[in-house]
């Protein structure tokens, strides 16, 4: 099975500032990695597929990078919208795996 | 517009069975995987099982494999999970969501239902 380790479990930041999580893979998994953001209460939604695609809709200051084993979500400037819960997935082979999430909260 | 509607959440007993449904809409139902995955309370997201657009395939975490079985009405656009067996540790929202190993993840998800395992 593929185990993905994503750091920060959490993090405390300013709206304004520039935000990254990373997932790194325990085998190549080429590009086949998807970031979700889950707000409390609600239903997890995609905003990056293939490592790097932007889901429609999402907004361009989010933005995905890596293949292999080691990739990256950044956010370029924190909005007030933007604090919750971020997680990583792999899709290249089951069992699909989940990062265990990074909680984004307010400084 | 694409909907996933899930059905069928309850407080059972251990060792009890509940079945989970999912009604899709707005997509060629069949042409797509369809995956459950869970969120037990304030904990993080875990995939439970997929199977493939016909329905002949399918795949299970180790954590239900043998428990759970995955399978799909295609005519009547609808998912399953039948859940037999279950322990506390089961209890969970189940988002049904359209995706799976194809499909690139996960696009969209229901809005879950919860199953609470319980005496």
């Known amino acids: 099975d593929i185990q993905m380790t994503q750091s920060p479990s959490s993090l405390s930041a300013s709206v304004g500032d520039r935000v990254t999580i990373t997932c790194r893979a325990s085998q190549g998994i080429r590009n086949d990695l998807g970031w979700y953001q889950q707000k409390p209460g609600k239903v997890p939604k995609r905003l990056i597929y293939d490592a790097s695609s932007l889901q429609s809709g999402v907004p361009s200051r989010f933005s995905g990078s890596g293949s292999g084993t080691e990739f990256t979500l950044t956010i370029s400037s924190l909005q007030p919208e933007d604090f919750a819960t971020y997680y990583c997935l792999q899709h290249n082979s089951y069992p699909l795996t989940f990062g265990g999430g990074t909680k984004v909260e307010i400084k | 517009e694409v909907q996933l509607v899930e059905s069928g959440g309850d407080l059972v007993q251990p060792g009890g069975s509940l079945r989970l449904s999912c009604v899709a809409s707005?997509?060629?139902?069949?042409?797509?995987?369809m995956s459950w995955v869970r969120q037990a309370p304030g904990k993080g997201l875990e995939w439970v099982s997929a199977?493939?657009?016909?329905?002949?395939?399918?795949y299970y975490a180790d954590s239900v494999k043998g428990r759970f079985t995955i399978s799909r009405d295609n005519s009547k656009n609808t998912l399953y999970l039948q859940m037999n067996s279950l322990r506390a540790e089961d209890t969970a929202v189940y988002y049904c969501?359209?995706?799976?190993?194809?499909?690139?993840?996960?696009?969209?998800w229901g809005q879950g239902a919860l199953v609470t395992v319980s005496s």
């Open positions: 707005g997509f060629t139902f069949s042409s797509y995987a």
């Open positions: 199977t493939s657009g016909h329905g002949v395939s399918t």
């Open positions: 969501a359209k995706g799976g190993m194809t499909g690139k993840g996960f696009d969209p």
